[in-house]
């Protein structure tokens, strides 16, 4: 059994949906990250981190328990502990762990500062927004053309589309636009119509909470504004 310990956010959802597809079982620790419990001295003894998602798994390689934080970690993890949505051939294997890092230090990253600038700051800064809207187009962009001489940015659908379908999927939030990216559009309806994925997505959603409606959730999520 693995025990998962999430909350519902984009790096929540990657590995939500990663569980979903390999069918491994698995039970939800839910970490309400608005209100602080990402903090908790028992949660810090698992991801030193204090980010969603971790997983225990209690039946690690060696026979032991095996805790793994950083999603993409935890993908790389799960492929390989199920032969699944990573490929073997070393040549292909490096393909889908290049694209997999691409989400990790910029598509996520980017989409993610966009969005915080764009919605969630209390004080607009018109810099942040224009920086991180231009950065986060740039990327999308080069998933459009990638996606033209792939159905999936390795391949075969793999952890690395799983990695960046959750960050596409809140575009609208971080100031963007897939009008004018049809392959992007393609390849988010492909995925999006996955039943694993339709799972993985739901859950917990609940649980959800509106940060732009709530001054305690922004204050646990990014602390006190401090502006000179």
Avoid at 12 to 18: E, L
Avoid at 80 to 104: H, N
Wanted: hydrophobic share 35%; with cysteine; proline share 7%.
């Amino acid at each position: 059994m693995i025990k998962l310990y999430t909350w519902p956010t984009p790096n929540g959802h990657k590995v939500q949906i990663m569980l979903e597809e390999v069918g491994l079982p698995y039970s939800v620790h839910p970490i309400d990250i608005t209100q602080g419990a990402q903090f908790a001295p028992t949660y810090l003894a698992l991801n030193p981190n204090n980010k969603v998602p971790t997983i225990v798994d209690e039946e690690g390689p060696d026979g032991k328990p095996i805790t793994v934080f950083e999603t993409g970690a935890i993908l790389i993890y799960l492929a390989e502990k199920t032969g699944r949505f990573m490929p073997s051939d070393p040549r292909a294997r490096s393909e889908v762990l290049q694209w997999l890092m691409w989400q990790m230090g910029g598509l996520g990253p980017m989409l993610g500062q966009a969005q915080h600038f764009y919605r969630y700051a209390t004080e607009k800064v018109p810099y942040g927004i224009e920086r991180y809207t231009k950065e986060g187009r740039r990327l999308l962009r080069v998933m459009e053309k990638r996606l033209g001489v792939r159905d999936f940015l390795a391949g075969d659908y793999s952890i690395a589309d799983i990695a960046c379908f959750p960050w596409v999927r809140i575009h609208k939030m971080a100031n963007q636009s897939l009008d004018d990216l049809p392959r992007v559009s393609r390849w988010y309806s492909t995925i999006r119509s996955r039943p694993a994925v339709e799972r993985g997505i739901k859950l917990l959603i609940d649980q959800w909470v509106d940060v732009t409606k709530s001054e305690d959730a922004r204050t646990n999520l990014f602390g006190k504004p401090q502006y000179s």
